[in-house]
Each structure stands twice: as structure tokens, then as C-alpha cells.
Antibody, heavy 123, light 106 residues
Framework: QVQLRESGPGLVKPSQTLSLTCSVS??????????WSWIRQRPGKGLEFIGY???????YYNASLDGRLRISIDTSKSQFSLELRSMTAADTAVYYC???????????????WGQGSLVTVSS | EVVLTQSPGTLSLSPGERATLSCRAS???????VAWYQQKPGQAPRLLMY???NRATGIPDRFRGSGSGTDFTLTITRLAPEDFAVYYC?????????FGQGTRLE
């Protein structure tokens, strides 16, 4: 069974950078069949796609976050990571990592999710 | 960006009843590329359906998906107590994946 687990700080100060890591077990992160993604959910709100990384290192970012966002992958550690710069209160959310099942290039749905990591932006 | 609008916002039903949840897209979604997720409080979303009408592994057959183009539906034929949750649709027909705002089933 594939499992994903987010790790990182629960509290970030305004203007600082958030760094989260997703550790994947039970399956290969180096498979071309999947997109490794980040999704967030603001308190009491719906789901927002942040971006993905493919095992080759190619990425796609939600334009609303582009310029602040970087997603990277370390296949040797079965991990992928998110860095979000210049954090504000509006970035307070539960951040999920998820595995996307590739249908076509960049077209996928999410079959496995991490449990989520609550990140609060506050001084 | 493909905007997904789910209705109703909240659906109040009882166990044993039939639930019909709607997901309408702002533009046609190619190849039935719609998925549905269930989310319970404090939990991550769980995949229910993909390709509009295909049940994910382990999903009971009381969950049924249908639709095409801009209109998609998730039907739960006989509600079980564990089905009361928030449901989200997601489209993956365009590069920017988007989700609906959710329907709360209470």
C-alpha cells in the first residue's frame, strides 16, 4: 500500500519561506506513471491545486503561486518537497501531498494522499 | 481556468435515501476527465470515482458517477451512515487541475 507523509513546521512567520517534505513508501517515486503533487486547503475552504513534479524533475505550478513556489524531487530518498516563499496569513492552510495517476501528460487524478500538514502563518 | 460549480452546497438526507450531487464545469471537459473525492473531518480526501464513472478500488457499488461535457453527477443510491461527509469533484481535462467548492452531505 502506497503511503505519503508530510513533514515540516507547523508555524511560519510572515515573509518567511515554508519548506515541506513528502516521504513516499510502498511504491516507486521514480515511476513514469505518476505525478507527485501538492494541494492545500485553507481553513473551512475547498481544495486548491498547488503544483506537481514528475520523476524527471519537470514541474507545473499554479500560476497564482508562481514566482513564490518551487517543487523538487529526490528519487534516491523517495521524497519530494515544496518551498513557498514570502508567506502571508493567506497561505495558512492544511498542505497535502498526493500521488497523481497519469492519464496523459499533465492530466491526472489523485489516488493516494498524505494525512495533511497544518501550516499557520503568524508572527 | 475551468471553474467547477457544485450543487447543492449542503444536502440534508437520512440513511437509506438516495443522494444526487452535481458538478457543473465552465467549459466542456474532455474525455470524461472528472474525479470525485470524499472528505471527512480531519481526514484527507479519498478518491471515489475517476473518468467520471469508474469506481476506485474498494469503493462500494452504491456510489455511481455519470455525466459528460459540462455536467457530471455523483449518485449514492442508498446512503450508509459513513457516507455523511463533504464531496468534491475535480477536473483533469486541462493543465490547471481544479476542484469544485464541495457539497456537504449531512
Amino acid at each position: 500500500q502506497v503511503q505519503l507523509r508530510e513533514s515540516g513546521p507547523g508555524l511560519v512567520k510572515p515573509s518567511q519561506t515554508l519548506s515541506l517534505t513528502c516521504s513516499v513508501s510502498g511504491g516507486s517515486i521514480g515511476s513514469g506513471d505518476h505525478y507527485w503533487s501538492w494541494i492545500r486547503q485553507r481553513p473551512g475552504k475547498g481544495l486548491e491545486f498547488i503544483g506537481y513534479i514528475y520523476y524527471t524533475g519537470s514541474t507545473y505550478y499554479n500560476a497564482s503561486l508562481d514566482g513564490r513556489l518551487r517543487i523538487s524531487i529526490d528519487t534516491s530518498k523517495s521524497q519530494f518537497s515544496l518551498e513557498l516563499r514570502s508567506m502571508t496569513a493567506a497561505d495558512t492552510a492544511v498542505y497535502y501531498c498526493a500521488r497523481g495517476v497519469a492519464i496523459l501528460a499533465g492530466r491526472y487524478y489523485f489516488d493516494f494522499w498524505g494525512q495533511g500538514s497544518l501550516v499557520t502563518v503568524s508572527s | 481556468e475551468v471553474v467547477l460549480t457544485q450543487s447543492p452546497g449542503t444536502l440534508s438526507l437520512s440513511p437509506g435515501e438516495r443522494a444526487t450531487l452535481s458538478c457543473r464545469a465552465s467549459q466542456s471537459i474532455t474525455n470524461f476527465y472528472v474525479a470525485w473525492y470524499q472528505q471527512k473531518p480531519g481526514q484527507a480526501p479519498r478518491l471515489l470515482m475517476y473518468g467520471a464513472s469508474n469506481r476506485a478500488t474498494g469503493i462500494p457499488d452504491r456510489f455511481r458517477g455519470s455525466g459528460s461535457g459540462t455536467d457530471f453527477t455523483l449518485t449514492i443510491t442508498r446512503l450508509a451512515p459513513e457516507d455523511f461527509a463533504v464531496y468534491y469533484c475535480q477536473q483533469y481535462g486541462s493543465s490547471l487541475l481544479t476542484f469544485g467548492q464541495g457539497t456537504r452531505l449531512e
